[in-house]
């Protein structure tokens, strides 16, 4: 499926579609976006991890469906969680490691979305570092990577 970004008139916040034909959806999408004014949601918690959200809820005429995230919501992902987890969160082929059993089991107990980590298929690699992300990358990028990791100890590569 092509990119789709979607703005929720109601929660005021932006998320990636990854699809709407799922079994256990019809929609499953992506948080780029925390809820703003909302003390429970932040970029840590609601977007870093991956979070993933599986829903029927209708559209309203508010909502906006776009082919392209706006630039000023990029540049806010980008100020808040760097370069290189936005092009992770908007560019990762994540329905490709997610074990849609999973989905079905989280869904059940998950209120505001599951982390990425619990859905994904056996072993495979979630990590931004992973060798799938990284083959477009230049060696100068991937040292950049490196120091990140090593510099702060909370960043989860």
């Given at each position: 499926?092509?990119?789709?970004?979607?703005?929720?008139?109601?929660?005021?916040?932006?998320?990636?579609?990854?699809?709407?034909?799922?079994?256990?959806?019809?929609?499953?999408?992506?948080?780029?976006?925390?809820?703003?004014?909302?003390?429970?949601?932040?970029?840590?918690?609601?977007?870093?991890?991956?979070?993933?959200?599986?829903?029927?809820?209708?559209?309203?005429?508010?909502?906006?469906?776009?082919?392209?995230?706006?630039?000023?919501?990029?540049?806010?992902?980008?100020?808040?969680?760097?370069?290189?987890?936005?092009?992770?969160?908007?560019?990762?082929?994540?329905?490709?490691i997610i074990d849609p059993e999973k989905i079905r089991r989280e869904k059940r107990r998950a209120g505001g979305g599951m982390r990425l980590s619990r859905l994904?298929?056996?072993?495979?690699?979630?990590?931004?570092?992973?060798?799938?992300?990284?083959?477009?990358?230049?060696d100068d990028e991937r040292k950049a990577l490196e120091i990140l990791v090593r510099e702060e100890p909370d960043f989860k590569a």
């Open positions: 499926m092509q990119n789709k970004f979607y703005f929720s008139s109601y929660w005021r916040n932006w998320s990636r579609v990854l699809t709407t034909t799922h079994p256990y959806g019809p929609i499953v999408e992506l948080n780029l976006t925390p809820v703003p004014n909302c003390a429970a949601s932040g970029w840590e918690t609601d977007v870093a991890p991956g979070i993933i959200r599986c829903h029927s809820t209708p559209r309203s005429r508010r909502d906006l469906l776009l082919d392209i995230l706006p630039s000023y919501v990029r540049d806010e992902m980008v100020a808040h969680l760097g370069e290189l987890v936005t092009a992770w969160l908007i560019e990762e082929d994540f329905l490709a994904r298929r056996g072993a495979t690699p979630i990590a931004i570092c992973n060798d799938a992300f990284l083959k477009a990358w230049t």
